[in-house]
């Protein structure tokens, strides 16, 4: 295992105090300090908009920080912006920008910050904010040829019910084009190929012949809305979607949810339903890690490796609806707990199941490190560096294979992951092998930290009342299969979701794709996919 | 043990009360309360287990998967003709799927489901497609590729939803983004219901379209109240 440049511990040395000193010392005029809030452990109040860039640019490059997203919010009267990163080992640092709602451009931050690119973009697309001097704004999740400019879903006055607003099929649209070479042609790929076995998306590979240049992924052909039709829902309701929205990582999903409704009511879960949470979210990794693996085989045309990680994964769904009752682990997480128990005797099944799963894998990690025509379509394939992946601010299994090394488990515990004792799996390398192996680590780590779940569950209560009217607003995470997972959940005083809002691992990585796909050979294409593992649907919502 | 969830059926309760609490703590009203009975519209069900562990009295289970119908519009006679019976193109479209739907799918090609054994293909162009299987609820952004799949393929295709959301809109609805089903976009002629439905329930949904299972409304297996 090759030795990551800066460790989370070592990157972890800043303490929120320097930041605080940093960012107090050079923007004291422009910004202001305000009562830790939303699950933050730092709250900055933006009193000159113009100074947004340079405070973001201080904290992502200067501090250390990631970025976790930006969270737009339309309340009465007002646009409330977060700008939210995270300190590693620390928490969560709040930079708040309060507008007038008739505000129609804010300052871009993606200059100082390459990876906000697309969490503007969004913006830009769903609430018709501008930001001023973004270089690439429109065409995103509405898609141009079906949806006119200037139609806002997700401002308050727009309705989500069905509508035939301003839609026209433009079939003249084309994509823009980068390559302007004489000679060079884009090839369209999707959003139906694979015989739609993979998920719905669109690549426009530029090519000169038979080298591709570069390969632009469009996403969001699977955009549901999800964050706008949770509006006006109750807590409840709402769960459903963050559930439903992206099932291979469901758990994660609806536990981030939980936990920022949790943080809402000041409910904290019972330590016995704290640990079954600990059991499930890394049960649905580890079935998630041998799918990504088995998709990997797959794309080497590696057929019995392939097979055989295929009935892991399905013996893992078996297991899982045996003990859970659904495949995918629905149905299961509930604001204040889980919505049954379940009785250690199961749970040992569970990990007799899982202990079988990583026998398997270990024999096949073995024999797949000295298959070398197999390695040969991995090794040096989409490779991402390191210094791309930090300005890029990958998260995951795909940042950890290219030097990120950092989990939310450990850099923002939650769900009691401080007590267990697991190690996160770096590599430097950045290229398909570097995660192919990151893959295997970290699903042995999971079924270590199952193990670790079941032997420490003590008698308890699993469900805690999170019921009431608690009006207010948080942030609840969670790092899901594919990365850190932020979710925003706002309910007003009727109890009902005001706004909802899903920063997803797939959304964050899927911006820095295009990296790994830059100048290779066609036939790499769906390796350099399937290494990547990510999910268009996670990504659209 | 595992390969299907199982789903809830229609019960009959000890008194109307019961089968009121069923109906009401359904998100999706898929549970009709009639008198003591309680009814479930499978198309509906999201499989969010909250008729089975959210009330004191739980609906009765079904652990089975024989659960693929004719849909209602245009399922009758759909059954394809007796020389595709050993022999079916599929191609698959996502039409905002959650992958749960999508990745049972996929695991029919896995050695323990094996679909070729039984003559069902996939493909990978709608000109050689025999059956349109969709999942997800259709989104507005892929309406017109669900639709431009369709259209190419020969005339005797038949179209299959799989999953609540293809079926119903699932916990999507209908909205601006959304069709709420794929019988809104196109004719359906085969439903398998399910959140996701397992994969022998897709199979059985295969089998039913090409003849080899009966058409009719099977008898769900009873595993009693757990």
């Known amino acids: 295992m090759g030795a990551c440049s800066s460790s989370m511990e070592e990157r972890g040395r800043t303490t929120l105090n320097d930041v ?163 000679g060079s042609f884009a090839m369209p790929v999707g959003p139906v190929y694979t015989g739609g076995l993979g998920e719905s998306l669109h690549f426009l590979l530029e090519t000169v012949g038979e080298d591709v240049i570069r390969a632009i992924p469009r996403l969001f052909y699977n955009y549901r809305a999800v964050e706008k039709i949770a509006e006006g829902r109750t807590v409840p309701d709402a769960l459903l979607l963050a559930e439903r929205f992206a099932a291979t990582s469901a758990f994660a999903h609806s536990l981030a949810f939980c936990q920022a409704v949790e943080r809402i009511h000041s ?115 989409g490779v991402v560096k390191g210094a791309n992946a930090r300005d890029l601010n990958l998260v995951g299994p795909i940042g950890r294979a290219s030097g990120q090394h950092c989990d939310l488990r450990k850099a923002c515990p939650y769900s009691g992951y401080e007590r267990l004792t697991f190690e996160v799996p770096c590599e430097t390398e950045g290229d398909g092998y570097a995660r192919l192996r990151i893959l295997f680590a970290e699903a042995a780590q999971s079924v270590r930290l199952m193990h670790q779940a079941v032997d420490a569950l003590e008698p308890g209560p699993v469900r805690i009342p999170c019921e009431g009217n608690h009006p207010g607003a948080a942030l609840g995470w969670a790092e899901a299969p594919r990365g850190a997972t932020l979710h925003w959940v706002s309910i007003d005083e009727k109890g009902l979701v005001e706004r909802y809002h899903a920063i997803t691992p797939s959304f964050n990585n899927w911006l820095g794709f295009f990296m790994a796909a830059e100048n290779f050979a066609f036939q790499d294409f769906p390796i350099i996919l399937a290494t990547w593992g990510l999910s268009a649907t996670e990504c659209d919502r | 043990m595992g390969v299907s969830p199982g789903r809830p059926v229609n019960t009959d309760f000890s008194s109307p009360d019961e089968a009121q609490l069923a109906a009401a703590i359904c998100p999706v009203n ?180 090409t003849g080899r299972k009966p058409a009719t409304k099977s008898e769900p297996v009873a595993e009693g109240r757990s």
């Open chain 1, 267 to 381: 409910v904290e879960v019972s330590a016995r339903a704290a640990l079954l949470r600990v059991l499930f979210c890394e049960l649905e990794r580890l079935r998630q890690h041998v799918a990504a693996i088995s998709a990997i085989c797959d794309s080497t045309a590696l057929a019995v490796p392939a097979a055989q990680t295929s009935i892991i994964t399905e013996q893992l769904l078996r297991a899982s609806g045996i003990l859970a009752g659904h495949r995918y682990l629905f149905g299961l997480n509930v604001p204040g707990g889980l919505s049954r128990d379940f009785k250690t005797e199961e749970c040992r099944k569970l990990l007799a199941s899982a202990d079988e799963a990583e026998r398997e894998l270990r024999v096949l990690e073995k024999r797949l490190r000295y298959s070398s025509s197999f390695l040969d379509r991995l090794e040096d394939v």
């Open chain 1, 20 to 182: 605080a000193a940093a960012i107090e010392g050079r923007f004291g005029n422009d910004i202001s300090r305000t009562p830790a809030s939303h699950g933050c452990a730092l709250t900055y109040s933006l009193t000159k908009p113009s100074s947004l860039p340079a405070v973001c640019r201080s904290l992502f490059w200067d501090c250390g920080c990631l970025l976790g997203g930006i969270i737009a919010e339309e309340q009465p009267g007002r646009w409330q912006m977060h700008y939210v990163f995270l300190l590693l080992l620390s928490g969560w640092i709040d930079v708040v920008l309060t507008l007038p709602i008739e505000t129609t451009t804010v300052p871009s931050i993606v200059a100082e910050v390459h990876a906000a690119d697309w969490h503007e973009r969004e913006i830009e697309d769903l609430f018709g904010i501008r930001f001023e001097n973004h270089p690439r704004l429109g065409d995103f999740v509405l898609h141009d040829q079906i949806w006119h400019e200037g139609i806002d879903p997700m401002r308050r006055n727009f309705s989500a019910s069905p509508a035939q607003l301003g839609k026209q099929l433009d079939l003249e649209w084309q994509p823009l084009l980068v390559v302007g070479d004489p």
């Open chain 2, 30 to 209: 898929a549970i009709l309360a009639q008198g003591k009975s309680a009814l479930v519209d499978p198309g509906k069900c999201v499989h969010c287990l909250r008729c089975r562990w959210g009330i004191p009295t739980p609906m009765n289970w079904d652990a089975g998967y024989e659960w693929a119908r004719p849909s209602a519009g245009n399922g009758e006679g759909a059954t394809f003709p007796a020389s595709f019976s050993k022999s079916l193109h599929i191609m698959v479209v996502d039409a905002g799927d959650c992958g749960a739907c999508l990745h049972e799918v996929k695991q029919l090609n896995n050695p323990l489901y094996n679909m070729h054994r039984l003559g069902f293909f996939f493909t990978a162009t709608p000109r050689a497609a025999d059956l349109l299987l969709v999942v997800g609820p259709v989104s507005e952004n892929m309406r017109g590729a669900l639709q431009k799949s369709w259209e190419a393929m020969p005339s005797t295709r038949r179209v299959m939803a799989v999953g609540s959301c293809a079926i119903s809109g699932g916990v999507f609805g209908r909205s601006f983004m959304c069709a709420g089903g794929v019988g809104s976009v196109l004719p359906v002629n085969f439903e398998v219901p399910g959140n996701p439905p397992p994969p022998l329930a897709i199979l059985h949904g295969l089998l039913m379209a």
